[in-house]
């Protein structure tokens, strides 16, 4: 019996096994438009509980859309407001920020040798190149930004998910034999990313503009752009603050010397300790419901297949799986090693 058996599961693993490879690959080419659609698709279960209270207090659907289509539009304004004379007057003093960066190190080098500190130049220059974290921050606005050039695809799809989930649960009554366990699905799913967006939301948002208030005060160029900088890489996990702090780090050490670098950098560390380490625990809690671990490695697989998105929506996709795999009882175990452990 276990020699007959054995065989059919290692079959079955390797049919799931190429299913996963297939299906991977597929999204990888479809990025272009699936991240719209996975923007969209949060955006709407973001604003689902907001469309259900304006439809509990009697208010007419199509005036619900148009307040929330309307708010979209609003906040897509603002964010391309601020974003878009800081960003096109960063990139274009990009190069000269990178020489003037490459002569700070080069004296850096220079005063370790007179003091008997030789180091290489050439190997420094190979294997360090701190100008590439001022071009990353460069090329994650530029992402970002080419993703809201498909701010009406995203606000147009957002609006037809949220019309179509006003009457999902009737469709799932009359379309399903047991109804009661899709919506038990839906509403965990739902209620699960809620909770999470809504939280990482405000912590973000205090996070960005804690950063931009405290750029100002040390003279920072650009403080709202590293402030918004810091609210998106906020919502990725375990190093998103650590990336956000990179590049106005070392602008604070092109503009203003040494000592407001470390300023800087010591500013940071203080926001993200007391916002990150001490305010989003209290409210956030055990809610993930995922191990650190599982949370980095999810940030690491979403970004190879996303791109920039990816690690911004690796939670909540990662979430999404495991809600999916804890409704089969083949698949619950593996939901259960994504889990905390009980320590945690």
């Known amino acids: ?142 992402r970002l930004s080419n993703v809201l050039t ?58 960005g503009l804690s950063i931009t208030l405290f750029l100002h005060l040390v003279g920072v160029d650009f403080p709202i752009l590293w402030g918004v900088l810091a609210f998106f890489l906020n919502y990725v996990p375990n190093i998103g603050s650590i990336i956000a702090a990179i590049p106005p780090v070392l602008l604070a050490f092109i503009q203003l010397g040494s000592l407001s670098a470390l300023i800087t950098a010591l500013g940071f560390m203080a926001v993200n300790v007391i916002i990150g380490n001490l305010i989003e625990p209290k409210f956030m809690g055990q809610r993930l419901g995922l191990s650190t671990l599982v949370v980095f490695l999810s940030l690491v697989f979403w970004g190879w297949v996303l791109g920039p998105v990816g690690m911004l929506l690796s939670v909540p996709l990662t979430m999404i799986v495991k809600i999916a795999l804890e409704n089969s009882e083949e698949t619950r175990w593996v939901a259960v090693l994504l889990g905390p452990g009980l320590k945690e």
């Open 1 to 142: 019996m276990l020699h007959s058996t054995a065989p059919g599961n290692i079959g079955n693993a390797l049919i799931t096994a190429a299913c996963f490879v297939v299906v991977i690959a597929g999204m990888r080419l479809a990025t272009p438009i699936l991240v719209p659609f996975l923007l969209a698709m949060f955006i709407a279960v973001v604003l689902s509980p907001v469309l259900f209270w304006m439809r509990s207090i009697k208010l007419p659907l199509w005036l619900s859309i148009l307040v929330l289509a309307l708010g979209l539009c609003l906040f897509g304004l603002l964010i391309t407001l601020l974003l878009g004379t800081s960003l096109n007057e960063f990139l274009q003093n990009l190069p000269s920020y990178q020489e003037k960066l490459k002569q700070r190190t080069t004296s850096i080098l220079d005063w370790s040798a007179a003091i008997g500190l030789d180091f290489s130049q050439s190997v420094i220059a190979e294997y360090i190149n701190p100008g590439l974290a001022i071009q990353m921050a460069a090329n994650v606005f530029t």
């Open 150 to 207: 498909n701010a009406f695809f995203i606000l147009l799809t957002a609006v037809f998910i949220l019309l179509e989930l006003t009457g999902l649960t009737n469709k799932i009554i009359l379309a399903m034999e047991r109804p009661q366990k899709t919506l038990a699905f839906l509403d965990a799913f739902t209620s699960s990313v809620n909770r999470y967006l809504s939280i990482k939301t405000l912590v973000s948002l205090g996070t």
